[in-house]
């Protein structure tokens, strides 16, 4: 019988991640934002990058005086080559950037498919290629992608969020696989519907598309497969990030973590 490692106590320690540099994608608003807070306050560093000006301003203003520091970043990420430059130098990558489309597949714009496959799967493949030859270099990162129940299920007039989605929970393993000899690590957060403005911009095309009034979406259709009936913070999707990113999660890689209320239990 070989010696085990010792686990953490109750009193494990608190994220501590002082001198690193983290980029977080779709900073301004929800998750995003409340993964830079969440960051900034282990002390990181955080590069925050949403199309969003006035919002990356209202971040900062926010992070004043926590352990860490946040620096706006004003990026497109369909300028791919942007994004693949932004990403250099980066210890803690989180692609959570995302956007949405509620309609039948033979109604979907192709233009916005198009574009909802290049922020969601090309931007953070291109913002991984950009981070590992820094990871690799000093053996040490950690890459959190901001998937979805979507990313294991799928739900009707979501066809490009679904496939992007999909197509993150394949990259994530990927990278994981690569990255496991150089101590980088490569996991999935996945959380069901978050109380976001993305969330939120929802229920009048899921009335639409479903033809039941706003008020019922949020119970015949949001949350009509979750056991817990309420949607999930930003704030919880955040520390579920932090957790990839410390000591206790080491060994995490190529995994999702999925915080669903019990959806994928059926």
């Not at 900062?60 to 080559?81: F, H, K, R």
């Not at 950009?130 to 040490?140: I, N, R, S, V």
């Not at 259709?221 to 990030?241: G, N, W």
Request: proline share 6%.
């Amino acid at each position: 019988m070989t010696a085990s490692r010792a686990l953490p106590g109750p009193h494990a320690p608190v994220l501590d991640l002082g001198g690193r540099t983290a980029l977080v994608t779709g900073a301004a608003g929800g998750i995003g934002r409340a993964c830079v807070l969440r960051l900034a306050a282990a002390g990181a560093k955080v590069r925050a990058v949403d199309r969003d000006e006035a919002g990356l301003e209202a971040l900062t203003e926010q992070a004043a005086g926590l352990p860490g520091s946040v620096e706006p970043s004003v990026l497109d990420l369909t300028d791919l080559a942007a994004a693949e430059a932004a990403a250099a130098g980066t210890d803690v990558l989180v692609n959570n950037a995302g956007l949405q489309l509620v309609r039948p597949i033979e109604e979907f714009p192709p233009d916005v498919f198009h574009t909802v496959l290049t922020v969601m799967l090309e931007a953070p493949f291109r913002l991984i290629r950009g981070a590992l030859p820094h990871m690799y270099g000093q053996g040490w990162g950690r890459i959190v992608n901001i998937s979805s129940v979507h990313g294991l299920r799928a739900s009707a007039f979501k066809s490009a969020y679904v496939a992007a989605k999909h197509g993150l929970e394949g990259l994530s393993k990927t990278a994981a696989l690569e990255g496991a000899p150089h101590g980088v690590t490569s996991n999935c957060v996945n959380p069901g519907y978050v109380r976001t403005p993305l969330v939120e911009k929802q229920i009048a095309d899921q009335a639409r598309a479903h033809g039941i009034p706003d008020e019922r979406v949020l119970s015949e259709v949001m949350l009509q497969d979750s056991a817990i009936k309420r949607l999930i913070e930003p704030e919880e999707v955040a520390e579920a990030v932090a957790y990839l990113c410390g000591p206790q999660a080491s060994f995490m890689t190529g995994a999702s973590l999925v915080l669903d209320g019990g959806w994928t239990a059926h």
